[in-house]
């Protein structure tokens, strides 16, 4: 499993409300994914991304961080052969990634992601 990229996960109360402040202020690009609960924003400029969130539709907590690796299943395996706590499921999810979430040692939750190519 190899690691390929992170991305922040900020909580915010109202997403159409963070809007500006990530895209006019930062300028980060207008959101290139919005599921009503989760947006991401992306620098066109330096690729660097942030995801803001209002709650995980569904998944029991939220993550601080997505860690998008290029094989999800070799990562829950190795996660749960160490014995850390999967804290959500392996599952693909419909908008087109499959995931699960670990709690690190220091307690942060992580939720680890692949892609599906379209």
Not at 17 to 31: C, K, P
């Amino acid at each position: 499993m190899r690691v390929t990229q992170i991305i922040a996960d900020l909580h915010v109360p109202d997403l159409p409300a963070s809007r500006s402040f990530y895209s006019d202020y930062l300028g980060l690009a207008d959101e290139e994914l919005n599921l009503g609960w989760v947006a991401r924003h992306t620098s066109p400029v330096s690729k660097a991304t942030l995801q803001v969130m209002t709650s995980d539709a569904t998944a029991p907590v939220d993550p601080v961080v997505s860690v998008m690796v290029d094989d999800v299943e070799a990562a829950y395996r190795q996660a749960q052969e160490r014995g850390y706590e999967i804290v959500h499921p392996l599952t693909t999810e419909a908008w087109g990634v499959t995931r699960f979430f670990v709690r690190a040692p220091d307690g942060n939750v992580l939720n680890i992601v692949q892609q599906h190519a379209p």
